[in-house]
């Protein structure tokens, strides 16, 4: 018979994990084996009981083995990640895939007893989770889908986090922006923002998409400040956060912190005002803002709504002059995009709606309706170039926002140079 089998008796030494195996025939001894006791785990007590994945979890008990080596801890049969290890003390983590059950201490293949855990908002079961958010549309709590709340903190004025409850992801944070679990930094799009210092970690260096209201020129590269208001010393940093009033502000693109700051939007699409006080307009336009520019506004969309149906695909803004073309660009834009309305035989400025894009609504240079205003043809965009030649960033997003919402991709047409009136009348 070449096989034996038995049972470790219970008179073996704890102290001394290595003993010998003999086999006696005959009274006659074998070769000693070694074989390596390893006495059972055992499980004291368990702090906390209940709890949703990803939940600290504290173990007393015994002989747990003083590192970790190949022993683990499961929750209902689910490996988890191991926080600490010791002789009669562990920690781990509740693991996503783990619903109410024992918990078990595997050493060298020896299990504990079982002690029971209760999963509660379990991920792998719902994985719906709801935010509560304050003014600021930071997320103070976060509840499972069973009401659990598994994340409660309060933040420091600039988003500094002090967390009460943290047994859920919970990324999105300050302001609602997302916080990288690395670095710690939120990401506001634009740049990168440290709460812990209360600044971005890079400079606001952004050129592009700024108009000069006065001249429709745009001012891209005219300034290193582009969203400064040089009547407000708080806006001058290229590297602080909402003028340092992060009570009352949120800065929701990584530029600006209130609608001035980045342009008047209008419903009908597009940016109705670009440029920030003080930003190629001057100290004087920018002390008048409240005035100037909402009472531009108001007579543009005055104009859009009783603009004359005899000519609608040239007609422009009534205050446009040479100096001062408004809105809809300089001379040279204005007299492309009318030559490329005739061209295709539709409408100037069409506003488009274009959800889910950069922005909720566009304007077309020109493009072909219906009746109903719906595009039914060729849409053109009419651009400046660079001075590398390219069409500049906010053209193509405006032209991607257009093609997504409608399905047509807009012709790019650049800027001609303005003709004389007798080479325009020879044409027609």
Request: aromatic share 8%; glycine share 12%; charged share 20%.
């Amino acid at each position: 018979m070449n096989y034996i089998e038995f049972h470790v008796p219970s008179g073996v030494s704890t102290t001394d994990q290595t003993v010998n195996v003999v086999v006696h025939v005959g009274g006659v001894n074998g070769n000693a084996v070694s074989f390596n006791y390893v006495t059972e785990p055992h499980i004291t007590s368990m702090s906390p009981t209940s709890g949703a994945v990803g939940t600290d979890v504290y173990l007393w008990g015994s002989n747990f083995g003083t590192t970790q080596g190949t022993s683990l801890i499961t929750v209902s049969g689910v490996p988890s990640q191991i926080t600490y290890w010791s002789q009669n003390y562990l920690a781990f983590k509740v693991p996503n895939e783990a619903t109410t059950g024992n918990v078990i201490v595997t050493v060298s293949g020896v299990e504990s007893n079982g002690v029971v855990f209760t999963v509660t908002g379990n991920s792998s079961t719902s994985g719906i989770y709801f935010y509560f958010s304050d003014a600021l549309g930071t997320s103070r709590v976060i509840t499972a889908s069973d009401g659990t709340v598994c994340y409660d903190a309060d933040l420091y004025p600039f988003g500094g986090e002090r967390a009460y409850v943290n047994n859920c992801d919970s990324a999105y944070k300050f302001t609602g922006k997302e916080r990288d679990s690395e670095s710690g930094l939120d990401d506001l799009g634009a740049r990168y923002y440290s709460s812990q210092y209360g600044r971005f970690m890079t400079a606001d260096e952004f050129k592009g998409g700024i108009v000069d209201p006065f001249t429709g020129e745009d001012i891209e590269t005219n300034t290193a400040l582009p969203y400064a208001d040089i009547t407000d010393p708080q806006t001058l940093n290229k590297y602080g956060y909402v003028r340092n009033n992060p009570l009352r502000y949120i800065d929701p693109n990584g530029h600006c912190f209130d609608p001035f700051s980045c342009g008047l939007e209008f419903a009908g699409g597009g940016t109705l005002l670009g440029g920030p006080v003080g930003t190629g307009i001057g100290a004087v336009v920018g002390a008048l803002v409240g005035t100037a520019i909402v009472l531009e506004a108001v007579h543009i969309v005055h104009s859009e709504n009783t603009e004359a149906t005899s000519d609608t695909s040239t007609s422009t803004s009534s205050t446009a002059t040479s100096a001062r073309p408004g809105t809809l660009g300089k001379p040279d834009h204005q007299e492309t995009a009318n030559e490329e309305a005739t061209r295709i035989g539709g409408q100037r400025e069409v506003p488009i709606l274009t959800p889910g894009g950069a922005k909720d609504s566009r304007r077309a240079d020109a493009a072909v309706t219906d009746n109903t205003g719906k595009v039914t043809g060729e849409v053109v965009q009419v651009y400046r170039p660079t001075p590398a030649g390219n069409i500049p960033k906010r053209e193509q997003e405006a032209a991607r926002d257009i093609h997504n919402a409608t399905g047509v991709k807009p012709t790019m047409v650049p800027v001609r140079p303005v003709r004389p009136p007798k080479q325009r009348d020879e044409d027609r």
